[in-house]
């Protein structure tokens, strides 16, 4: 799908200034290097989440050599990776600010008592994490005290990544992006065997996704690991949209997926319905009786 930047905002051109207030251009102490780099990150979008040096240097105004000297030193620093056809994506770096970002902003803050009322009410672990390319990153976390939890607990803990296409919030996540960034995600993935049921089909893992995003619901079923099986539900923001996953996670000993599903998935759902709210999400109901 051929990009259509003019639909959306453009990011300043180098020497102008955003909307925000920063100083002059005349101020001393202003670094029109720093602002350039910066603004190359800020050309990375949900919708538009790989570019190319033209892509960017006709966005900022900039040329492609200066563009490009940029890009590479943001390579090199983990701001930004290579891919595929000499294109780029945020990097790693990125994330980090990102998660303290999400410090800051008390997505964790907001969930953890919710997380741990749901591990107090159904004894099992349960999690938060959002999405970052193809991976998942564990915001939260809170371990069941169960006997033998621990051996498919799998050590994970804040900040810890797994692939997104073998677990639930993973695959609630990915279910939930726009079509093109999806797309493009899928088609950087490789998908190895991890447990018994792992799908290594992009085109049954583009099925499945299909799947979850109609149902706002997802089962991993001995996909990440062998015993260890989990459902995850969305946390939606004040614009609807889903910018987390929430999670229940049990050793196949202690309870079949079928009665994870059926008697503790509307616990979870109330859980991120709690946890959304705070985030000042509404559903429609609720949105239409105010």
């Known amino acids: 799908m051929p990009r259509k930047s003019s639909n959306r905002p453009k990011a300043p ?10 100083p002059g251009l005349r101020e001393p102490r202003y670094s029109q290097s ?7 990150l800020t050309c990375f979008t949900p919708d538009h989440p790989v570019l190319g040096i033209a892509n960017i240097a006709d966005e900022l105004g900039m040329s492609r050599s200066t563009t490009h000297r940029y890009v590479i030193t943001l390579v ?5 990776e290579q891919g595929a056809s000499r294109k780029y994506r945020l990097g790693l770096k990125v994330t980090d600010l990102g998660m303290s970002a ?6 964790r803050e907001h969930a953890h008592p919710y997380l741990e009322e749901l591990r107090q009410r159904t004894s099992y672990t349960t999690s938060l994490a959002v999405l970052d390319g193809p991976e998942i990153v564990y915001v939260d976390r809170v371990r069941s005290l169960r006997r033998g939890q621990g051996a498919v607990d799998l ?3 804040p900040g810890s990544r797994l692939p997104a296409y073998c677990t639930a ?6 279910a939930n992006l726009p079509e093109q960034e999806q797309r493009e995600i899928l088609a950087s993935m490789k998908l190895t065997k991890r447990g018994p049921n792992t799908i290594t089909s992009k085109n049954a893992l583009r099925d499945e996704l299909d799947e979850v995003r109609e149902e706002s619901f997802a089962v991993n079923d001995e996909e990440l690991a062998p015993e260890l099986h989990s459902i995850a539900v969305p946390v939606r923001n004040e614009a609807r949209e889903v910018v987390a996953a929430v999670s229940l996670a049990a050793h196949t000993s202690t309870i079949s997926l079928g009665e994870l599903v059926d008697a503790l998935g509307p616990h979870l759902v109330s859980t991120a319905d709690r946890i959304s709210a705070r985030l000042g999400y ?9």
């Open 34 to 40: 720093l602002e350039r780099g910066l603004a190359i």
């Open 282 to 290: 509404r559903r429609a109901d609720e949105a239409v009786s105010r």
């Open 13 to 22: 051109k180098v020497g102008e200034n955003p909307a925000w207030s920063v």
């Open 155 to 157: 050590n994970l803990h």
């Open 169 to 174: 919030m993973g695959k609630l996540l990915l």
């Open 76 to 80: 090199a620093l983990g701001y930004l």
């Open 102 to 107: 999400l410090n800051a902003t008390g997505l």
